[in-house]
């Protein structure tokens, strides 16, 4: 059974950073990817960056790009979201999401295309 635990969130001001890890367990990963999405209040689910676990490639929304770095550690099990410059509108629970990588070609920016998911960290930018 696939297992993702999100840690990492926190209180940080505006301009500040945060670092969100994401442990995934219960099987190997080769030939998956995995997913930052967001969700605040009153909001869609919203996708801020994947990163296939064969390869590194990786993706990113327009809105955090040159911001936001993910990355991953196949030794830990584990992918990284190194958030720069936050803003408050950036307030919002961070979800880890993953699936099987089917497509090559496929940026998987949907959360409807993810069939695990951990429990979410929550993230609060203050003004």
């Known amino acids: 059974q696939v297992q993702l635990v999100e840690s990492g969130g926190g209180l940080v001001q505006t301009g500040g950073s945060l670092r969100l890890s994401c442990v995934a367990s219960g099987r190997t990963f080769n030939g998956w990817t995995l997913g930052w999405f967001r969700q605040a209040p009153g909001k869609e689910r919203e996708f801020v960056a994947a990163?296939?676990?064969?390869?590194?490639?990786?993706y990113y929304a327009d809105s955090v790009k040159g911001r936001f770095t993910i990355s991953r550690d196949n030794g830990k099990n584990t992918v990284y979201l190194q958030m720069n410059s936050l803003k408050p509108e950036e307030t919002a629970v961070y979800l880890c999401?993953?699936?099987?990588?089917?497509?090559?070609?496929?940026?998987?920016?949907?959360?409807?295309?993810?069939?695990?998911w951990g429990q979410g960290t929550q993230v609060t930018v203050s003004s």
């Open positions: 999401a993953a699936r099987v990588t089917l497509f090559a070609r496929s940026e998987y920016r949907s959360p409807q295309e993810y069939n695990y």
């Open positions: 990163i296939r676990w064969s390869g590194g490639g990786t």
